[in-house]
């Protein structure tokens, strides 16, 4: 999923929750940035930071409005975070800006098939029937629940990549390996051998 030397990176997270991707890259010689909009959340990273003895900066901000000049960074990262959080018309042109030419855009977020395939109520796992329609996906609101997520279908994100100045350089669509377990409630072990639940883009910014 990363780049094969990050030894002197200058990487950003978007969306970097408790930090924990921030931290491998940390291990893998890079020197990370972990951004948030949420306190609650950065209170906890720079805390398993100061319990791990692994320090670097965390930023109480936005990443629709990502607060760094740009062409700063070599690689910036979202798992779960900005990816599925934010808008993607907003914060991909973001993540373009800050990032410097060549540098490498990779986001890990929910399958297109596990969101066309979700029953409405949120805490129930992907069906093997259509619930929604695929064209025209952006903004979802689930029943029960306050949380907006986006999705995009896969011509729009690489109509939003392209028009950003990235190129495409993978798609990753996951899918378990045998003997593989899971806790969470997304999707069945049985349902995501058979379609992907999660996707990870691989872009890199024109030169």
């Given amino acids: ?8 990176a200058s990487t950003l997270e978007l969306g970097c929750g408790t930090g924990y991707v921030s931290a491998w890259l940390a291990r893998r010689g890079a020197r990370p940035a972990g ?7 950065l209170t906890t990273a720079a805390a398993l930071q100061d319990r791990f003895g692994l320090h670097f900066p965390l930023i109480y901000a936005s990443a629709e409005q990502v607060p760094f000049a740009g062409a700063v960074f070599d690689l910036v990262i979202s798992e779960y975070g900005a990816s599925n959080w934010c808008d993607p018309y907003t914060w991909i ?5 800050v990032l410097r030419p060549g540098g490498w855009l990779i986001f890990l977020a929910n399958a297109v098939q596990a969101v066309l ?11 093997k029937t259509l619930q929604r329609p695929y064209f025209d996906m952006h903004r979802f609101q ?24 990235f ?9 378990p ?18 379609w992907p639940c999660e996707e990870v883009w691989k872009a890199r910014k024109a030169p």
């Avoid at 951004?35 to 959340?41: E, K």
């Avoid at 042109?93 to 800006?97: F, G, M, T, W, Y």
């Avoid at 395939?117 to 069906?127: F, H, R, S």
């Avoid at 190129?167 to 899918?175: A, F, N, V, Y």
């Fill in 1 to 8: 999923m990363l780049p094969p030397d990050l030894d002197g």
């Fill in 35 to 41: 951004l948030d909009n949420s306190s609650a959340q």
């Fill in 93 to 97: 042109p973001e993540a373009a800006r």
């Fill in 117 to 127: 395939t979700w029953p409405e109520q949120d805490d129930l796992p992907t069906t």
């Fill in 142 to 165: 689930w029943e029960g629940s306050d949380a907006i997520e986006f999705h995009l279908g896969h011509g729009d994100m690489i109509r939003l990549l392209r028009r950003a100045g």
């Fill in 167 to 175: 190129e495409i350089c993978d798609l990753i669509e996951i899918q």
């Fill in 177 to 194: 390996p045998p003997g593989s377990t899971t806790r969470h409630p997304i999707a069945t072990l049985e349902w995501a051998r058979q």
